[in-house]
């Protein structure tokens, strides 16, 4: 099979499994290597961006080693977002680090004033402190499901397959975490 680059992230790692196909897997990565890098970045705290780089490379050195094991029924994105949250889960319960609060840096841009530039920020990041308090207060789950839909873009079923759970439970813990997220940042306000 020819790559083209427009085929679908199963059929490219279908290329890369069955054929070893190099330049599938160099598309694969391109495709995915901000946004898994972005899970492990929002994840752990800022002082283990290292350990971030590192479980992002032991990601793609799994999909690596088991790609004999994909199954091209299954979506692409939810099987290595699974290696990579296995991947959390042991790095974290190893005790070398806990989960981020700061879930992400804003940085104000563009404006030509200074003062507005760090009064922005500084609205800004007493926004996101509210954000991540509020996180802190829901289920893991409800978070899990939370930031998966809202940061990583995954449908329910995604959320589903990564969670181990199914799809309308998978829609209610984002709901669920979507309404006390709400109430957490209006009282908050008050």
Same mark, same amino acid.
């Given at each position: 099979?020819?790559?083209? &680059? $427009?085929?679908?992230? $199963? ?17 694969? +990565?391109?495709?995915? $290597?901000?946004?898994?890098?972005? +899970?492990? *970045? ?6 283990? @961006? *290292? @350990? ?54 804003? $940085?104000?841009? &563009? ?14 990041? %007493? ?7 509020? #996180?802190?207060?829901?289920?893991? #789950? ?5 930031? %998966? ?10 959320? *589903? @397959? ?9 829609? @209610?813990?984002?709901?669920? *975490? ?5 109430? %957490? ?6």
């Amino acid at each position: 099979m020819k790559i083209t &680059g $427009e085929e679908s992230d $199963e059929e490219l790692m279908n290329a890369y499994a069955v054929s070893g196909d190099n330049h599938a897997f160099v598309l694969l +990565y391109k495709r995915y $290597e901000q946004r898994l890098f972005g +899970y492990f *970045a929002r994840r752990l705290f800022s002082g283990h @961006q *290292a @350990q971030a780089g590192d479980l992002f490379q032991r990601t793609w050195l799994k999909v690596h080693e088991s790609r004999d094991k994909f199954d091209p029924a299954l979506r692409f994105s939810a099987w290595i977002f699974t290696i990579a949250q296995n991947l959390l889960r042991d790095y974290i319960s190893s005790g070398h680090v806990r989960l981020s609060r700061q879930l992400d840096d804003q $940085e104000t841009v &563009g404006s030509e004033n200074v003062a507005d530039d760090i009064e922005a920020g500084y609205f800004r990041k %007493l926004e996101w402190d509210r954000v991540c308090s509020a #996180l802190a207060e829901v289920s893991d #789950l409800q978070r899990e499901a939370f930031l %998966l839909s809202v940061w990583e873009g995954f449908t329910s079923k995604e959320i *589903a @397959q990564l969670l181990k759970v199914s799809d309308a439970n998978a829609r @209610q813990l984002v709901s669920r *975490a979507k309404s006390a997220l709400k109430n %957490l940042l209006e009282e908050a306000r008050s």
